[in-house]
């Protein structure tokens, strides 16, 4: 069935630095969205990406959508201590979201 | 406040002694759905409802059972619990026509 992948599992930074999740799909995604989840905490919604080559901005964080929407990627820039957790991407659809594996975000101490 | 509720949030249990783990919510919605997420697994779904007396199996539903009676209510039943299914669990929720899900805290289930 469809799947999302989502890479890497893990991404260690100074804080400052920047983050970068990728997610990819061998087929056209409808549309995807991304999650937050804190330590301890639950996903919560941060933004959904619909149109080819889509790029939306909330703060220091870049969404962006490939193209050939298969791909979609979120950029932290200058990642603060706020920002730990585990970021997920989706597809969503009437039925059910089919989930990557999620990024974890950790500051270096 | 427009919220989605889990109780209970923690439970240790024994293998065998059936268990219900309650979800409400309070937005009208009219899809509800049950996930496990585990390390490394990321948030796999158990069943969907995707409105009152409509329930579907997602990818891992074995062992677990639900019912949708009520609009606000999607509870989670596991008959017959045992260790492979302790597991953090999320309900969620979102308006028909909408992909943007509200999940709950979450409950920690672990069966000994």
């Known amino acids: 069935g469809q799947q999302v992948m989502q890479i890497p599992q893990y991404q260690h930074v100074q804080e400052g630095e920047d983050f970068t999740t990728y997610c990819n799909s061998s087929?056209?995604?409808?549309?995807i969205q991304w999650y937050k989840q804190r330590p301890g905490g639950h996903p919560v919604f941060l933004i959904q990406l619909v149109k080819s080559g889509e790029v939306k901005k909330q703060k220091r964080l870049t969404f962006q959508f490939g193209e050939a929407k298969k791909n979609s990627s979120l950029h932290i820039t200058a990642t603060q201590t706020t920002d730990v957790g585990t970021y997920f991407c989706a597809e969503g659809s009437n039925y059910q979201l089919i989930w990557g594996a999620g990024t974890k975000l950790i500051i270096k101490p | 406040e427009a919220q989605v509720t889990q109780n209970p949030r923690y439970l240790i249990t024994v293998t065998g002694k059936k268990l219900t783990v309650t979800c409400s919510q309070n937005?009208?919605?009219?899809?509800m759905s049950w996930y496990r997420q585990d390390p490394g697994l990321g948030l796999r779904q158990i069943y969907y409802s995707m409105n009152v007396e409509v329930t579907d199996k997602g990818d891992v539903p074995e062992g677990y059972k639900v019912s949708r009676k009520e609009k606000r209510n999607f509870p989670l039943i596991l008959e017959s619990p045992s260790p492979n299914q302790t597991s953090l669990y999320f309900c969620?929720?979102?308006?028909?026509?909408?992909?943007?899900?509200?999940f709950g805290a979450g409950s920690r289930l672990t069966v000994l």
């Open positions: 087929t056209t995604l409808s549309n």
């Open positions: 937005m009208n919605h009219e899809y």
């Open positions: 969620a929720s979102r308006r028909g026509g909408a992909n943007v899900l509200t």
